[in-house]
C-alpha cells in the first residue's frame, strides 16, 4: 500500500524545494526518503524541520542510519546551513566527536563532565591552514587567528574568543596562555595550549599551572571550573592518558591535521601559474 504521508505532507516547498515535474531525480530521492525513514511521525516531527536539501545531502553522503540520526539532530540543535553540513560530514565530525583524551569523568560533575567530553574532538581538522615543515607554534597560531572564523567552526558551537597569548601575572612574573576561550553552554573559560610537536607529559603540568592561575584570576562565583585543552601535531595514548591521570584541573589531549605545504625546493620546481596558462594556450 501506498504511504499516505509523503514529502509534500506537514512541509511546504521552503523546506523541500519546487519538486514540479516530479523529475527522475527528484523521484530517485523521494523514494530514497520513504525508504530510509519508514517512521511517519519522525518525518513530520523532525525531518520537517530541516530542509529538503539538507536530506538530499544525508542521503547522498551518510550510508549508516544511526551516523544520519546524529547528523540530523545536530543540524537541527546548532542551525547548520547545508554547505556547513557538507563540511561537517566531509571532515567525519561524527567519528572526531568526543574522542579527545581527557579527565572530565574524574575532575567535574557529571552533567557538566558528559557535556564538555561531547564537545571535545580527535583529531582536530585544520584544513584552511597550509603549514610548511619548518613551521613553529607562532606560526600555527597566527594562522588560526587568520582564520578565526572557520577555527570557531571547527571548535564547534558556544565558543566564544578572549584574547591570545593572554598574558597572567603569577608571583610577580609574567605568563602567557596561547588562546584563551570562554565556552557558553559550560560556562566556564577554556585554555588552549598549541604544540607543534607530539604531546609529552610536562605539558600536562604546565596546563595544570594556567587553569589554577585562570580559576583564581579570572573566574567569576557563577563560572565553572575552567578547563584546559592541549593540542598537539600527534600524541601517544598511553603516554597521554598517564599524564592526566592524577591531575585534578580538568584537561584533555587532542590532535590536529593541517595541510602540509610542500618543501621550498619542491616548490621552486613546479611551473608557475603564467607558465601554466602560457602552456595551455599552446595546447589550444
Known sequence: MERSYGINNGCDKTNF???NGYSPRNLKYMRAFAE??????FVQEVLAQITWYHNITLLDKVKDPQ???WYIQQTIEHGWSRNVLVHQIESGLYRRQGQAITNFERTLPA???DLARSLVKDPYVFDFLTLGPQAQERDLERALLEHLRDFLLELGTGFAFVGSQYRLEVGGEEFYIDLLFYQLRLRCYVVIDLKIGEFRPEYAGK???????VDDLLRHPEDRPSIGLILCKSKNRLVAEYALRDLSKPMGVATYRVTEALPSELQEGLPSLEELEAELGEIK
Open 111 to 113: 552533567p557538566q563532565s
Open 36 to 41: 530510509a525513514y519508514p517512521d511517519e511521525q
Open 17 to 19: 524545494g519546487n519538486l
Open 67 to 69: 551516523e544520519r540520526l
Open 207 to 213: 596546563m595544570n599551572f594556567y587553569l589554577s592561575a
